[in-house]
């Protein structure tokens, strides 16, 4: 089993919809939780990190952690095509130093 | 978000050659800093952690007389690919950790092409 699970996709949602993004993760002492977008060819991007239970909105962003059931999650509402990319879950353990990092779910916006 | 720099962003050499990497956090000091590849339509895989003034951490199967890592200063590492085949062809990606919020923040990448 791995440390951080992600569906691998691909995921397709229409232009508008909102594309719901799943992750869970098995080490509990994990503390910070992030999820990165990475565009084919680039390098992973930052668009959220969320540390405590419950819902963190940025933008058309949101992220969900729900530590008692190790899951966190990424909501993109209005989904737009330039949404299409890799998204990657991420989770820090603080007290071991580790971060850990799913193998990223694929995610298609078509108009 | 926090700025982290890598150069060169694209290098072809010859096989046989070496290639060195500079990775720069350009806001923020990092004791730790981490090295990726990624082969096209792959996963990241980590490859080591470089930690500020002591040796790098290599991950199983990665080979540290070949990615030869140097973390300077609070805001350098260096990967050094040594005498590069066209099986290191890949994409490397730096990151360094923000302590203060257990952040990774990356780097936008080095494509090595080895001929």
């Known amino acids: 089993q791995k440390e951080v699970e992600q569906n691998s996709g691909p995921l397709s949602v229409p232009e508008g919809a909102i594309a719901s993004l799943n992750c869970t993760y098995s080490?509990?002492?994990?503390?910070?939780f992030f999820w990165y977008r990475q565009y084919s060819g680039k390098s992973p991007e930052l668009i959220m990190s969320?540390?405590?239970?419950g819902d963190k909105e940025d933008g058309r962003f949101t992220a969900q952690l729900n530590k008692a059931s190790q899951y966190v999650s990424l909501l993109i509402r209005d989904s737009q095509p330039s949404d299409s990319a890799t998204y990657l879950c991420a989770v820090h353990n603080t007290n071991a130093g580790k971060s850990t990092f799913g193998d990223g779910t694929t995610l298609t916006v078509k108009p | 978000g926090a700025v982290v720099s890598q150069h060169p962003s694209r290098v072809i050499c010859k096989s046989g050659t070496s290639v060195k990497i500079e990775c720069r956090s350009l806001?923020?000091?990092?004791?730790?800093m981490f090295w990726y590849r990624q082969f096209p339509k792959q996963s990241l895989m980590l490859m080591a952690t470089?930690?500020?003034?002591?040796?790098?951490?290599?991950e199983q199967g990665v080979e540290k007389d070949k990615f030869l890592i140097n973390h300077a200063s609070l805001t350098l590492s260096t990967l050094t690919v040594t005498s590069a085949h066209p099986e290191d062809s890949s994409f490397y990606i730096c990151?360094?950790?923000?302590?203060?919020?257990?952040?990774?923040?990356f780097g936008p990448g080095t494509r090595l092409t080895v001929l």
């Open positions: 969320i540390y405590s239970n």
């Open positions: 470089s930690n500020e003034g002591s040796k790098a951490t290599y």
């Open positions: 806001d923020f000091q990092a004791t730790t």
């Open positions: 080490d509990r002492g994990s503390q910070s």
């Open positions: 990151s360094a950790f923000r302590q203060v919020s257990d952040t990774q923040y």
